[in-house]
């Protein structure tokens, strides 16, 4: 078991639909992270909130959209995604932003029809 | 030259021997390094953290830091059929806009 917690586990949607993963950890960390990992390739960063502030990796497409309700919670909302964002999304989370290891979800499979 | 590099291998070694994972990195001014491991199909998983030159052990796991080189290693000791996974060493970038750098990853066999 792993200190964070995303779900759902496994999803499959059409690329009309809008859904959203959810994440949330109980370690008191400042800094979130969502990632993404194809098979065989190193999970790539997305999205960064520290202290509930947004970064953002310029190259990920509008159709990815981060919130951050509070310190302990970040979702990422799907919405007209293509097949190539099949991928397993993987949430992070680590003391403060700088320097500090992330410690990560089970992650959420997601799979576009 | 990427930012981070590792051999993706295989590198399969027996049961019982030391492996050695390396990982080389490009931005000098960088200070915290990171090993994970990770099953396939599963999260990565943080086994070691190294922030000064020289050797940190934790168990069978050992990481050695040479900034000069801008090098670091993981060599685990005694390895284990259950060691087999990909090893990937992350850096991360605080200069200017913040990245977390993971290397392409090392797939470890350890042969029964």
């Known amino acids: 078991d792993t200190e964070v917690t995303q779900t759902p586990k496994h999803l499959v949607m059409g690329m009309t639909n809008k859904k959203s993963l959810k994440c949330e950890q109980h370690?008191?960390?400042?800094?979130m992270y969502w990632y993404k990992q194809k098979a065989k390739k190193p999970p790539e960063l997305m999205f960064v909130?520290?202290?509930?502030?947004?970064?953002i990796n310029e190259s990920v497409p509008s159709r990815f959209s981060p919130e951050c309700p509070n310190s302990s919670l970040l979702n990422l909302h799907l919405h007209a995604l293509q097949p190539e964002d099949s991928a397993l999304y993987l949430c992070?989370?680590?003391?403060?932003?700088?320097?500090?290891?992330?410690?990560f979800g089970d992650g959420t499979r997601l799979s576009i029809l | 030259q990427k930012e981070v590099e590792q051999n993706s291998g295989p590198l399969s070694v027996p049961e019982g021997a030391i492996a050695s994972l390396n990982c080389t990195y490009s931005d000098r001014v960088s200070q915290s390094f990171f090993w994970y491991r990770q099953y396939s199909g599963k999260s990565p998983e943080l086994i070691m953290s190294i922030y000064s030159n020289g050797d940190k052990e934790d168990g069978r796991f050992t990481a050695q830091l040479n900034k000069a080189s801008q090098y670091v290693s993981l060599l685990i000791r005694d390895s284990q059929p259950s060691d087999s996974a990909t090893y990937l060493c992350a850096v991360p970038i605080t200069s200017g806009t913040y990245k977390y750098i993971f290397g392409t990853g090392t797939r470890l066999k350890v042969l029964a």
């Open positions: 909130y520290s202290y509930e502030k947004l970064s």
């Open positions: 992070a989370s680590s003391q403060e932003m700088q320097e500090k290891p992330q410690h």
């Open positions: 370690m008191g960390h400042r800094a």
